[in-house]
């Protein structure tokens, strides 16, 4: 989670400004996404992206000189001060839960809960009329906070996008129970949820009245509103406006606050601005295990006066046309008495310690040279403001780390010698377990924790269940297992940049082993095509080919940027190896095209004369383009086509045995046999075509085709290649799943195992120059071939397709689509794609690959499965006693990439799926789906594209797939299962496919 600096203010300006009027882009509008919930267990509400960080001052009381004993001071506060573990946030909460009005079903007795048996069998449940009131009202709260907040954003956002984390109904107040006290949990589980959805609603209406300010002696226009779009009952929304989460009145709330490592970071203070909602600083810590959870040693809250500095030292810090404290003047003041908000509490003298102002803390706090420690291995050198880069992607992590050593420089200054003892003997354990790469889990610790990248600069943190310890602990390093003995807690960070395939599976030592010397013949393993041979892609239209020529151009450039001078030397050599090979790629981007390769299998007159093959470039693995139909057969199906083409009488099967006989299955047309191997966009020449309608139809129509040399260099001699590779290690589960990793490591333990599902793959991605796993992820990636990378767990993920996602929405019938959909569809699909979707799209192969393949950079897929699959993800295989688990792409995600909506059609409540784009259901059972992203394939997207930009409507499934129905399937099937046969018949050592 990184933390903003100034610089980054106008940005945020932007996105609360609207660039262009639209009925949908208003006033006050803004891009973030927003989140509210509410965490028990972390003792408050969290909320997103209205909170922010001030500077927290570190005071620690004189119980000799101020109190008789720590217990007197934290019982019975006379004086200002500040609590150790104490941060300070914004936020904002109603004033006071009161269970009157639509509340009223929301009050329940602590020593009563409204349960009962159930009438019929055992079990007991919440009070049927309990339940039934509370389910009214939540629906009720979801739909005007959901449409209020529509009026003031820029996108219409789906409920997934701005839920609340635990809604009512997902605490179980509609389920049974096997014993009473379950039920009463339950009961008051749905009740705090309620609190968490008022808290929304309150943040909601707050922002309709700030976009249309109430005027005296009239109705509210949020109520208007609801009333006459919504046609909500407007007595029941009297009611709303007269409870307690329309008191906007300024004060304290009790519980309002803000853990700062658990909240997404904006510039907050514009936000609130916006919104003219009450601010409210306030100061939250989660107590140690000792402590109960009732203590009011964390419920105190500071009085007006330290609010008030401490709001001023940041807005000091402001320009002066971002200084929000002038047109808040309401709740900057603070005009409510702190006494109301905290009857129990007596009211804070002001602070009597020196105002000098304060620098806001926004880094990692540097440790003294007299420190009498020093910070345990694993945290030493993160607080060095100097070494921190500015890269978000490594500053969430790293602001962490300093956080923890700052906290247990902060602790150590006051322990006794006990308490260091026990300290030391602690972080020597936890050295000790973090460091041993046989540890299942560790052993000490109470809780663990872990941060996730959910998207572009946005970090979250989720507690690991103690269940899950040994699935989450194998998927980090040891270098990214932090131990903090302050709270007795594990963190599991994932810098950033820090795992990159191609170096950490593959030393340079390595490499220059594996490449043969120039006199020596290359083996299967080690020859490749020539990356600067291949020649792009020359169609009839001037704009495909040209998109041709530029596609993929990006695909192996680093997303990593220069962020300032502060990085080590290390990070500098990093930098520069990536800046040079970015501008190779940049290079190669703009070389002419070159002829295809020149090595040629001999004529037919010549077969039992051996060829040579030329020596495989040491040149990084860089696509400028697409290879043509010659590069193609080679590649993909180790076809080398003679040069002249004479057809060899072999695979000649287009004569009839007898006169007049029809041949089933023949293609006589170069067009259709090119269409159905997907090269009809190469504008091979009459040679070529030819050779290509040959070798398509000697695969299709011959019952058992063999192959045979010199055509195919498919050898059943060459498997030794692959299955006795001296680096990868090649291991097939069926002919549907095969499994490649490296050798110097058991499977189960490497990081990350690449999956494909098809033997042609496997025997492909063998004959290309690559000398990782990380270049095989990258060439599946360039070529849109669908594969996986697996993480080796025990068990299998709980939540598999848990998580909500955002969706296109419904239509009514006879809706009219324009290019605004479009545009939001785009908008929607980039949200999505940033987050871990994006990853899984990359792996998925076929359409939904080429709409994510411009959005989602090959790192992260390269950087292997993200944290959350070992309780998120999809099984794909099992491996040794060990489940192989990959991210999930839901279906539900696969159809908003592909731009899907919800149609109404003229009978009754029945939809139909309406997508700018195939659904991959359609394209996957489609004659389009060859296995990979084929020329045809590009071509057909690119008219797309360019037929939506001229007027075109998405369409439903039976105008898609009598649009996609010019290339037959039932062929385009055929072919591939042959070729897959005999690929995964010469990986098993079954020669029946070979001719000699």
Known sequence: MSYPSISNFEDDISSTVPAEPDEHRIKYARREKLHFFWAPEDYGLWCS?????????????NVDKDYATFKDYVYRPRKTRWLDSMEPFLAFWPLRAEWTGPFACLHISPSSPPVQPQMFGPGWHVR?????????????????????????????????????????????????????????????????????????????????LAAHPLEPGTTPAWIVFAETELKMDPVWLNEINESFICNFTPGFRPGAYVRYHQATYRQTFIAFKAANVPLYICWGFRPPPWMAEDDPIWRYRPCRAEAKRAIDVYCNRLPPALDPRGSIEFWYNMGAPVRVDHPNLPTPDPPDRDFTPAPVYQGPMVVLEDSPESPPPHLQGVDDEDGLSRNPREDGPRILLARLSKERME???????DVAQRRREAESRAEEERLDKKLKEPTIGETMYVWVEQGEKVFTQRAVPRREWENTWCLYKPDERHYTAYYNEWHLVRKGDTFVADDEEFPEDRRAQVLPSANEPASLSELGPVREEQSPITTAEDQVEQLWRSQYSAVYEDDDSDYGDSDSDSQKKRK???????????????????????????????????????????????SHGVADAKITLRDKYRFFMPEPYVIDSRMDVSRPTEEGEVIPG??????????????????????????LVDFFNYLVVTDDPKLFSPLWDLAPARRSDIIDHTYFHYLRISSECHIIGVREKPLVNQWYLLVVYDARV??????????????????????????????????????????????????QSGYIFELSDYAEYQKRKGDLLSGSAGRSALTRGGIVWRLAVDVVKPKKVTDGPTSSVAWNGKKVEDLHGRTLVDDYLSPAEEDTICGTYKVYTDFKAQTEDRSWFPKASIWDASGYNHGYWTADNEAWYQRRVHEIENGAKPKNASEWRAAMGEVRRNPVVKFKKRVSSASDKFLQGDSSYWRE
């Open 49 to 61: 992206p209205n909170a922010t960080y001030l500077r927290r001052p570190v005071h620690r009381p």
């Open 128 to 208: 049927s009329d309990v339940c039934d009131a509370w389910q009214a009202l939540e629906g009720k709260l979801i739909r005007l906070a959901t449409h209020l907040l529509r009026r003031h954003v820029t996108a219409r956002y789906d409920w997934s996008e701005i839920r609340v984390s635990t809604l009512p109904y997902e605490c179980g107040y509609q389920n049974s129970f096997k014993t009473a006290a379950q039920a009463g949990g339950a009961a008051y589980a749905s009740r705090n949820a309620f609190l968490s959805l008022s808290c929304f609603v309150s943040f909601t209406i707050a922002l309709d």
């Open 411 to 417: 602790a150590m200054q006051y322990e006794t010698g």
């Open 576 to 622: 520069r190896k990536r800046k040079g090979k970015g501008k190779q790629v940049a290079a190669a981007s703009h070389k002419k095209p070159v002829p295809h390769d020149n090595r040629t299998a001999p004529h037919i007159e010549k077969m039992n004369q051996p060829y040579q093959r030329s020596p495989p470039s040491l040149l990084p693995l860089v």
């Open 666 to 691: 023949l293609s006589t047309s170069p067009k259709t046999a090119l269409r159905r191997l997907g090269l009809h966009a190469t504008n091979p020449d009459p040679l070529t075509s030819r050779c």
């Open 762 to 811: 496997v025997v492909e991605v063998f004959y290309q120059q690559v000398t990782s796993v990380g270049q095989m992820v990258r060439y599946l990636i360039q070529h849109g071939i669908p594969f996986a990378t697996a993480k080796p767990v025990r068990g299998l993920p709980r939540n598999t397709a848990s998580r909500s996602v955002m969706t296109l929405g419904y239509r």
